[in-house]
């Protein structure tokens, strides 16, 4: 027995005695190694976009380093002073800990070392944050999401001076505060650590980081595959309403590779979240490569994480703003550091995408670390070429088969359409099945609102959500959608919206002349149907393509369809009797509705109603078929909103009561052109004649289009059947139509 337990300890001393695979490597080994410093060291001079890099960074941190250290008590939300410090301190920290690799100048390393200590000083007594609006409280700031945030950064600044350090110094630092902190934002917090959102991804790489640089094997398991006993129940929610756990879900940062992300590298959140995950991802990746190349990080899921960069960047505008689905600020662009570090991580671990240079050439900096030497060095050498966005369709769901996103665009994104068939995307996800908005060159035409928050801005609700995100943003009716019965899809409740997606019918990009999406939704509301194709078509007759849009609606019962069109910009002209009111009272009572003012009613007289607005000194006129049953709204946000939380953005909205089975068939036109120097208005009325819905039932939809140059083009879509290969006729207006594939378009 003695016998025994001898070999059972000998054994257990050598497990402990083996450190995590390549820690013996030596330090750095994150972001940076210690081949890769000597090679950056060697060319420091010589590489222009580095070495500019290295200068602006070096300023800034020694402005930080002259105004000396801060570490307050924790008492704000985002934007206080409180939060903007810890931040701003985790932000510079790390970038001196590259300066200190690269320069060697060891004043870097003591103002790291001594922020350190001021924070190990701290931690040891410090209470969870004192404002408790999070479903998971941190202790530096209001949630452990920026617990973590500072946890990620920190890991690569100690690693820059871990071997300067002397081993009591390593010891304190990671008893008292690095250890601790893991341990509270994962095995304290499960509930913040153990799900798959884009919160538990900057856990869990925080916390896997800090075991890579500290060679702690536990840690690093635990970022890779979660608690294992979390004491969670199943069902439980975190503010926004999302679930917290899902019985029988794997967690832990491989699920949060595998479910969030499709094969083709979207993101289930949408842009805005995914640029703000990729950070994340990509830099404990790139630690994992580093000390464990056993695991092949970015091998994982045949490498979605290097095809996520490239789903981020096309789903961008034409200035590199990200379209704002879901949850999404306005703004958010590839300049942000998180993208910065994306595109680097990829083109220095992926094939060295030469298109991917440009991005970074736009960006006017790099990473001062392994990767962002690699694009400074091959920049300097001529390597870099255009990024070309085309046509993409991007599908959602761990399988890819979850619905998904489609960008159609013509020419150098003269005009560029979204359009969302996706699942819900987790707690940021709206409910806005089978909407779209609509760009020229990079400025909207008709919008998606995005969300209602003021990120980082204190004075509008300590930069966190506001209510509005829910009342308003995430609502039906604030998108470019039909809502149905002034009731949001899905009764606007998540548990139901997260059990179902929206299904591809087709896409088709092959034909530069006309690009198509077409994508349906069975289960937004019970027993309707909604099939929704939209096509970008160029014609000799029109100064620039023209999108046609055709919304086929089924149901069992007559309901109110509303479609809205949200468009940026001056009304110029209608062709219908408009009413404007003298009183503004709200739309509705709920649903999103209580605030929309309405400012002009109007009713149809003809059969196509047509709108001409004017934005950035250019003309668009919105084409639609009507009958005189239909209303004709003009509606503005911002009612019931005493907080002024809501942008004051105005929309046109169809609304056809009494209808069971129906369509509305649109086309917008990009036309013309205003100069306020000259004062001249060019080509500033649409180019068409007339619209017409010449054919529909159950099978097939067919839409004319004449032009006043005596044109007429036709769309004819097969409902039922998507096959590339089956084979189609139908016969109306005295005339036979035989095609192959799931739509013909022919112009007469």
Known sequence: MIFRNRIAICLLLTVLAIPVAGHSQGHPNLIMTKAGVEEIRAELGRVPLFDATVENVREEVDAEIEMGIDTPIPKDFSGGYTHQRHKQNFLIAQKAGVLFQILEDEKYAIYLRDMLFQYEAMYKDLPVHPQERSYARGKLFWQCLNDSNWLVYMSQAYDSIYEWLSPEERTRLEENLFRPFADFISVENPQFFNRVHNHSTWGNAAVGMIGLVMGDDELVQRALYGLQDDGLEAGAKDNDGGLIKVAGQKVGFLANIDEPFSPDGYYTEGPYYQRYAMYPFLVFAQGLHNVKPELKIFEYKDGVLLNAVNALLNLSDADGEFFPLNDGQKGMSYHAREVVTAVEVAYHMGGRDPQLLSIAEKQGQVLLDDSGFSVALDIRDGKAQPFVKSSINLSDGADGKQGGVAVLRQGNEDLALVFKYSAQGLSHGHYDKLSFSLYEKGDEILQDYGLSRFVNIEQKGGGNYLKENTTWAKQTIAHNTITQNETSHFDGKYETGSQHHSELHFFDSSNAEIQVASAMETNAYPETEMRR????????NFEKPYLLDIFKLSSIKENQYDLPFYFMGQVMQVNFELDSSSTLSALGERNGYQHLYVEGEGKPTSDNSKFLWMDNRRFYTLTSVTSDSDQLLFTRIGANDPEFNLRRDAALMIRRKQAKDTVF??????????????????????????????????YYTAVSIEDLQGSTSIFILSNTDASATKEHEIEFDDRVYHWKGPYHYSVE
Do not use: C, Q, W
């Open 533 to 540: 194709t939209m096509a970008l078509i160029k014609h000799k």
């Open 665 to 698: 068939a649109s086309v917008v036109e990009a036309h013309g052109s205003y100069s306020p120097v000259s004062e001249f208005a060019v080509n500033s009325n649409s180019n068409i004649s007339e619209l017409k819905v010449v054919y529909d039932n159950r």
